[in-house]
């Protein structure tokens, strides 16, 4: 029984040996075809199945990266898994492909999670024309319905009230500000997208911002980043990961509801959102048989500019009173600016930040140092790619560090620090720098720019003018380092209290 036994241990440890050498030998092949096509720049040498995970730390992926960069120079090459991924960072590598060589960087890169919940479909994942229909058709609506007009304006504002009456039926007492913000901005989003916002105590509305803020927690998690290496092994592994592809199903099921419910009250003649006008758009294109617009692409270009609009802005404005309750001395400044210019009366408009100098400097700072999506989000090259002394090859993936651009020393003296006087000038006048782009730049730039923007300044001025803010703790004992910074920093936990002016 025993010779037995030990040759069928011994088979199977054969089988898996000659599985891993084959393996091996695959991705070693596959290193080398691409070398021959391609001239790709330095990096550490990869391990076969692995790549360069020893030298990426999954909890910490963009300080790994800027480790990295140290040793390689700002382009650099990491494999991950057998997949390279060509790594900018710094100002003059990312505005050189960027900007410089626009065209050629304007792919989508390959985004694990995104490929799996959406299948290639919406504006955010897609590539070629899939994706230049559905970008020129998305810029076009949000401007129609309100981007950069008096409309969404004015929307914003209503919003910054509900949000003020929240904050003052918290009598004074400490209170996490997470939901309240998440609220506010997903109103905002839902009713350019949806036509319609959502009472505060809505139990359906809660659910919803509840998956939101649980979805990108877990993706920037340690189990997220290692799913955006491995994606093939992760799928077949229990884990927190799973709880990612729940959530996807829950939050497309929310859009799914209204878009029937949209289907079903269309007036062509008067279109209400970004639903309807894509609902409209599918009737003029349905001979067509090129065309992207069906129900899969408007579910997921909905909840496309749900997602980013919602998290990024409203982690931002959580991450910016963090700050000012660090640095009152900022807040007390920006109030006497507000009093000066606004009045105690009158509600902030978009055409006194132009005014305001100070102020759109602060909120400019607030999202250089918080840096919400530091790795950014991944491009592609096009087409076979010269960039400086390499050859990238077509559809390599690009990772534009955001955050080594907002942090970089070149450009802003002294990076760590939060300084807002980094962006005046010696009159006290706003003054831009080229190397801020927090939503990043060239042609796949953040479509959602403008509404951000507004929403930053519309939200933090209204809070201001009629709220005095307030920390349980010593302005020295707030801690502003991320609570997480793989793909995207979050402000830890806190609680404020806001005392009505």
């Keep these: 029984m025993w010779p037995s036994v030990y040759r069928m241990t011994l088979d199977k440890a054969t089988v898996l040996v000659l599985a891993f050498c084959i393996a091996c030998v695959t991705c070693l092949l596959a290193w080398k075809k691409k070398g021959l096509k391609g ?267 749900f997602f980013a609009g919602t998290e990024t802005t409203s982690t931002t404005l959580r991450y910016g009173l963090l700050l000012l309750l660090k640095y009152p001395e900022v807040a007390d400044t920006i109030y006497q600016e507000i009093e000066r210019v606004i009045g105690r009366t009158r509600c902030p408009s978009v055409e006194h930040r132009h005014k305001m100098p100070y102020t759109d400097a602060v909120i400019h700072e607030i999202q250089r140092f918080s840096n919400v999506l530091p790795m950014g989000i991944p491009r592609a090259v096009t087409r076979d790619t010269q960039f400086r002394d390499y050859l990238i090859t077509k559809g390599t993936s690009v990772f534009p560090i955001l955050g080594s651009v907002l942090h970089d020393p070149t450009q802003f003296p002294n990076p760590e620090t939060f300084n807002p006087g980094r962006f005046l000038d010696d009159r006290g006048g706003f003054m831009k720098n080229d190397a801020f782009m927090p939503f990043s730049t060239g042609k796949r730039n953040c479509l959602g720019e403008g509404l951000a923007r507004m929403q930053l300044f519309l939200f933090l001025t209204t809070i201001l003018q009629k709220f005095t803010l307030k920390s349980p703790k010593k302005p020295e004992e707030i801690n502003i380092t991320p609570e997480v910074s793989s793909l995207g920093n979050l402000p830890r936990p806190y609680l404020l209290c806001v005392i009505p002016r």
């Design 39 to 305: 001239r790709l720049p330095p990096g550490p040498t990869p391990l076969p199945l692995i790549g360069n995970l020893l030298q990426l730390n999954a909890k910490d992926m963009f300080r790994s990266l800027l480790k990295l960069r140290d040793t390689y120079g700002p382009v650099f090459t990491v494999y991950l898994s057998f997949r390279p991924v060509v790594i900018l960072c710094g100002y003059k590598a990312v505005k050189e492909a960027l900007v410089n060589q626009g065209e050629e960087f304007s792919g989508r890169g390959y985004l694990p999670l995104a490929e799996r919940t959406s299948n290639g479909h919406g504006v955010i994942i897609a590539n070629g024309e899939r994706w230049k229909q559905l970008r020129r058709f998305s810029i076009t609506s949000l401007r129609n319905f309100g981007m950069g007009k008096r409309s969404l304006e004015e929307r914003i504002q209503e919003e910054a009230q509900f949000l003020a009456v929240e904050f003052r039926e918290t009598k004074e007492l400490p209170f996490d500000p997470t939901f309240f913000f998440s609220r506010a901005v997903a109103n905002v989003i839902c009713s350019v997208v949806f036509g319609d916002r959502f009472d505060y105590k809505d139990r359906k509305f809660l659910t919803l911002l509840g998956l939101v803020n649980e979805t990108f927690r877990l993706a920037s998690s340690t189990w997220g980043q290692l799913y955006a290496v491995f994606p093939d092994i992760m799928d077949y592994l229990p884990g927190p990961h799973n709880q990612l592809f729940k959530n996807a199903a829950e939050i497309k099921k929310f859009a799914s509801e209204i878009i029937e419910a949209h289907q079903k009250t269309l007036n062509p003649d008067v279109p209400r959102d970004f639903v309807d006008c894509f609902l409209i758009q599918m009737e003029q294109e349905k001979e067509n048989y090129l065309t992207e617009f069906n129900i899969e692409n408007l579910t997921i270009t909905s909840l496309d500019i």
